[in-house]
């Protein structure tokens, strides 16, 4: 009797190699996953840690600074550090010559910033490359190469030696708005450079047919600017102002250059730490504290403004055309 091969088929065996791949798959993802979310949670814990030892700092009393068992949570809080940085910084009117002065700033550089882009993006004339040329250079240019340029200039003001033919002296513009004024509205200020680089990109990418339409339409250069370009560029002109006013509000070059006798945030919280008064040395925890408490008074203002306006800055951001 002869013996026959028997054929069994097996159907799943071919799901085998298939599966294998899944699980794999599967697997691989997940632990892409978890790195990522520990890669998260570690960059979570190097910036909000920090943030929430200062936060809760500022409720110690001077036996909780003292007592080496007290961590996160005090003992025995209290609002003495919110109330002395409060009345020492004369919170109220710091707050106001602040505000003035940064919202000018950012007023300013967005004005520029809109019409010197809009120039470089659209029109075409001699030396247009020089002028992009200069604002790449601005960009580039460390603020501190030209310091005392700048205050001797808004010390003693002149133009061409007028100042000094009619008045007698030069005009002293120190202390006032007419230096963050002068350097915003040409574009020289702290990162003018790259506000007028964010809006030629941006304007780069409006099509040309939407101008000439508007054009046809009988709108000239200035109405077509005025009427289509300026509403479209809404959401960056807002950001630019968000940037220009965040960085002149915590700026200390320009206040210790500029303000050494106005009373800004910048130059109030730095002096919270050369106080020696009410038993308070300094290089001491307890006025570690107090410049901490002042920093975060200050920046309380800006968390707020950046809460209601951040779809502006958001929808500014992605529209900016700058990518990586």
């Not at 085998?16 to 599967?26: E, F, I, S």
């Not at 304007?203 to 109405?223: F, M, N, T, W």
């Amino acid at each position: 009797m002869m013996n026959h091969p028997i054929h069994i088929k097996l159907p799943f065996i071919k799901q085998l190699p298939g599966l294998h791949k899944t699980t794999g798959y599967r697997v691989g993802k997940t632990a892409a996953t978890l790195f990522k979310v520990l890669f998260l949670l570690v960059i979570c814990f190097t910036v909000v840690y920090p943030f929430i030892t200062k936060t809760t700092s500022m409720f110690m009393s001077r036996t909780d600074l003292t007592d080496s068992t007290v961590k996160l949570i005090p003992k025995a809080p209290t609002l003495w550090n919110i109330t002395f940085v409060f009345k020492y910084t004369n919170y109220i009117n710091t707050f106001m010559t602040t505000f003035l002065i940064s919202l000018l700033s950012g007023v300013c550089s967005a004005l520029c910033a809109c019409l010197v882009g809009w120039g470089l993006a659209r029109y075409k004339f001699f030396g247009r490359g020089a002028v992009f040329a200069v604002v790449v250079f601005v960009m580039i240019l460390p603020p501190q190469t030209i310091m005392m340029g700048l205050f001797t200039k808004f010390r003693d003001f002149d133009i061409f030696g007028l100042f000094t033919l009619l008045l007698g002296k030069p005009v002293r513009l120190s202390d006032g708005v007419w230096p963050v004024v002068m350097l915003a509205s040409t574009g020289l200020i702290f990162r003018g450079g790259l506000y007028i680089f964010i809006m030629r990109q941006f304007y780069s990418g409006i099509p040309k047919e939407l101008v000439e339409a508007a054009r046809i339409d009988g709108c000239g250069h200035a109405a077509t600017f005025v009427r289509i370009v300026l509403p479209l560029s809404t959401a960056m002109l807002v950001t630019i102002l968000l940037f220009s006013f965040a960085w002149m509000w915590s700026d200390t070059t320009y206040a210790a250059l500029f303000y050494n006798n106005t009373k800004l945030f910048a130059n109030q919280v730095s002096q919270l730490s050369w106080i020696q008064s009410e038993g308070i040395l300094y290089n001491t925890r307890i006025a570690s504290v107090l410049v901490n408490t002042g920093v975060l008074l200050s920046m309380l203002p800006l968390l707020l403004i950046y809460v209601f306006l951040q779809k502006f800055f958001v929808e500014g951001v992605e529209r900016s055309g700058i990518t990586g």
